[in-house]
């Protein structure tokens, strides 16, 4: 591994400062800041920050469950998290005690355990105490500084509460559906031309209903499809045909379509959007 970044990628979970990181060859040594506390699990863990010396980045990065204790204790939570909107593979799933906290602090890492999910979607959360009930939060790192950067990252709860009894220490086979609320629609559709024009472009042109000035255009193919990506909300969608290729429909002078209003829910898939061109309305 490369020291310098595959260190920054470093943590245990609860939060334990690092005194120094101690390297020797494919051996790293994690020395706390002061004693752990006693009869207490932590998971150390090493984000997808980490690379080796090449600059192949771990593809999931990796976890490491110890106690104080004599003994792991039983309680765990494993199963597979479907995401829309953004890559699961690396996801952070940080896991709360609901007797410890209300809710997450982003910024102090205030979680009691944590997991990872690996390529395959799959997560595992071991070695939680029993009783307990447990929240998940899904952190996507962006930028994997392991930070959470309210404009760039991905902070989701997860919308159930997790009861481990000592009955049932075990909660498998859970799936996690988290959407990310940034993430675009994509919006696809074709265009009924039946005036036989061959001048200009053939475009749709989509505005925001909050913002009419937020406009996104995308081309016609030869086959009349369109495809478009759109924020999440209200938008007006008209195909218009551009004489003057100025990239602007022209009222009185350029054939359109009626307008379309459309809703693009996060990470959404609207399909089968027809847009009718009519010819221009000429004055009597």
């Keep these: 591994m490369e020291p310098r970044t595959s260190g920054d990628a470093i943590a245990i979970a609860p939060p334990v400062e690092i005194r120094r990181l101690r390297w020797s060859g494919r051996t790293v040594t994690v020395e706390p800041a002061k004693p752990l506390e006693p009869h207490r699990t932590y998971t150390l863990f090493v984000g997808r920050g980490a690379h080796d010396r090449h600059g192949n980045n771990m593809e999931t990065g990796a976890t490491v469950v110890f106690t104080t204790s004599d003994s792991l204790p039983p309680g765990r939570i494993e199963g597979r998290l479907e995401a829309k909107g953004f890559v699961a593979s690396g996801v ?9 906290h209300a809710g997450p602090d982003s910024t102090g890492r205030d979680f009691d355990a944590v997991g990872l999910v690996d390529t395959d979607g ?80 053939l475009w749709v042109r989509a ?32 195909a218009f045909r551009d004489l003057d290729r100025n990239r602007s ?19 959404g ?13 000429r004055a009597p």
């Excluded at 406009?215 to 759109?230: A, S």
């Excluded at 009185?252 to 809703?263: F, I, M, W």
């Design 122 to 201: 799959r997560f595992r959360i071991p070695a939680l105490p029993v009783p307990g009930r447990y929240r998940i939060w899904a952190f996507a790192d962006q930028n994997q500084n392991r930070s959470f950067e309210p404009d760039r990252d991905l902070l989701v709860p997860v919308d159930t509460t997790i009861s481990l009894t000592p009955a049932q220490p075990v909660a498998r086979d859970l799936v996690f559906h988290v959407v990310n609320p940034r993430a675009p629609a994509i919006v696809k559709g074709t265009v009924l031309d039946s005036l036989g024009e061959r001048e200009g472009d």
């Design 249 to 267: 429909w022209a009222p009185g002078r350029e054939s359109a379509s009626d307008p379309r209003r459309v809703r693009a829910e996060p990470a």
């Design 269 to 281: 898939l609207i399909e089968n959007v027809e847009l009718v061109l009519h010819p221009v309305a």
């Design 92 to 100: 952070y799933l940080w896991c709360y005690d609901q007797a410890r």
């Design 207 to 238: 505005s925001a209903d909050s913002d009419t000035t937020r406009q996104v255009l995308v081309t016609v193919d030869d086959q009349h499809r369109w495809e478009i990506q759109l924020d999440p909300g209200g938008w007006t969608l008209r």
